[in-house]
Every structure is written in C-alpha cells, then in structure tokens.
C-alpha cells in the first residue's frame, strides 16, 4: 500500500467512526480535515465532497465486512450451524457501534447512501443466511419446508431485537446469554431430524 493509498484508507477509517457514531449531519469534512491534521485541498483532493465520502465509507466497510464473512462461509470445518453461530457474532461485532438515530439521519439526510447502505447490507447479512440455510438442507440438516428468506428475516430480527438496552435490561441474562438461547431456539424449530440427531451427537458435518 503506497502514500496515497494509506492516506485515502485512513480518512475511510476515520469517517466511518464519526459517521457511525454522531451521524452524517453533525459533521463536516472540514472538521475532518482539521482532525486529521490536513489542510482542506489535501482532503478534497481524495474526496470532493461529504457526500462521496459517505458512499466511499460504506463501501469500504462492507468489502472489508465481506471478506470476513468469506472466510466464515468457505471454512469447511465447522458445521453449518456453527458457521451461523459465528456470522451472527461476526455481525454484532462490525455493526455494534452503529446507532439508530445514524442511520435514520442516512435516510433522510442522503436517500440515496441510505438504500446503498441497506442493498449491500441485505446482500451480505441476509444473503449469506439464506446461501446456508440453502447448504443446510441440501445436506438434510436443515427442513426444506421451511422457506430460507423466511427463517433468515426471522433470525436477523430476533438477534437485533436483543441489542435493544430496554430488552437487555429487562432479563436476568446478558447478550451473550440471551444469544444463545434465542439461536438455540431458532436453530430447533428449523432442523431435521438427521440435524438434531448430528447436532446431539456433536457431527460437524
């Protein structure tokens, strides 16, 4: 990575740190030229404007997001619950500091970044669910009855509902916990027999 490039990735990071936690409104690429010690025409020089700093930044994020989640999916070690398990964990990780107020500041500040956002988010998030939800039955772990968009939805809102503090606070279990009850729960309604019986018997395959 030469100059240019470290410089350009460094005003991504930044970016998505202040985009994800004051929101696109509060703050100006001004105030990010100042922070980051740099005069205004060496930041306009790698991004001309907010606007295309926010579509840089959500795309740099997401291609970052996606190689992980590649690497998850073509582990052929785990099972495909396990590998679930970890994509899930994976997302609270990348997408915990992100606040509600941020992104419906996206959505009416820049509609445009916003259905960015949300496409390539439901690509991956939703997308990747469903290709092993897809994988599970093939192999006859998961039930073909069921429809994967179906059961993808279901447990990507289940896991967002627990990130609620009202929810948290309200349970005598923390998140980690109330994650694996609700995965496990999830995971039992949406099994074959040959998965509970792999499952029970500790398979990975």
Do not use: C, W
């Amino acid at each position: 990575m030469d100059k240019s490039d470290k410089m350009r990735k460094r005003i991504l990071q930044y970016a998505q740190q202040q985009f994800a936690t004051i929101g696109y409104s509060q703050v100006s690429t001004a105030k990010f030229a100042s922070e980051l010690k740099m005069s205004k025409s060496t930041f306009y020089k790698y991004f001309p404007s907010k606007e295309e700093l926010l579509f840089a930044a959500i795309d740099d994020f997401y291609d970052s997001f996606e190689q992980e989640v590649q690497s998850i999916v073509q582990d052929d070690s785990p099972s495909v619950t396990d590998k679930m398990k970890s994509f899930l964990l994976a997302v609270r990780r990348r997408f915990g500091q992100l606040h509600v107020s941020v992104v419906e500041d996206f959505r009416r500040a820049v509609p445009e970044a916003y259905a960015h956002l949300e496409e390539r988010r439901r690509r991956i998030i939703t997308g990747t669910l469903i290709g092993m939800f897809e994988q599970g039955a093939k192999e006859g772990v998961f039930r073909s009855d069921l429809p994967p968009l179906l059961i993808a939805n279901v447990l990507v809102q289940a896991v967002q509902h627990l990130e609620h503090p009202e929810v948290i606070d309200g349970m005598a279990y923390g998140f980690a916990d109330m994650f694996h009850h609700v995965f496990s729960i999830i995971m039992e309604g949406s099994l074959t027999e040959e998965g509970r019986r792999r499952l029970e018997g500790g398979g990975t395959k």
